[in-house]
């Protein structure tokens, strides 16, 4: 069973940075692609950023430029660096890891950024 490991949220101010942090244990298989997901009160579900096996990273239009997703493929950790935080980056950040054909998601870790 994959077990993913959320960690980095928290409280900000504006124009500060958060590093959020998601280890994927119990697969033998290194994942294929990982990202990042945010929902904020009220709003659908979107993506922030993810990356490929392959180092290959796509962003959410609301973060370029100011996030930067990594991984290690040794961990199977996944990173995402956020800087030049604003409020309306405020959401459950979710963390999907993608092994094959399955899908799985992390519980979600809060980020909030006060004006």
């Known amino acids: 069973q994959v077990q993913l490991v959320e960690s980095g949220g928290g409280l900000v101010q504006a124009g500060g940075s958060l590093r959020l942090s998601c280890a994927a244990s119990g697969s033998g298989f290194m994942p294929n692609t990982m990202g990042w997901y945010r929902q904020a009160p009220g709003k659908q579900r979107e993506l922030a950023a993810l990356?490929?096996?392959?180092?290959?990273?796509m962003y959410g239009d609301s973060v370029k430029g100011r996030f930067t997703i990594s991984r290690d493929n040794a961990k199977n950790t996944v990173y995402l660096q956020m800087n030049s935080l604003k409020p309306e980056d405020t959401a459950v950040y979710y963390c999907?890891?993608?092994?094959?054909?399955?899908?799985?998601w992390g519980q979600g870790t809060q980020v909030t950024v006060s004006s």
């Open positions: 999907r890891v993608v092994i094959y054909e399955y899908d799985y």
């Open positions: 990356i490929t096996s392959s180092g290959s990273t």
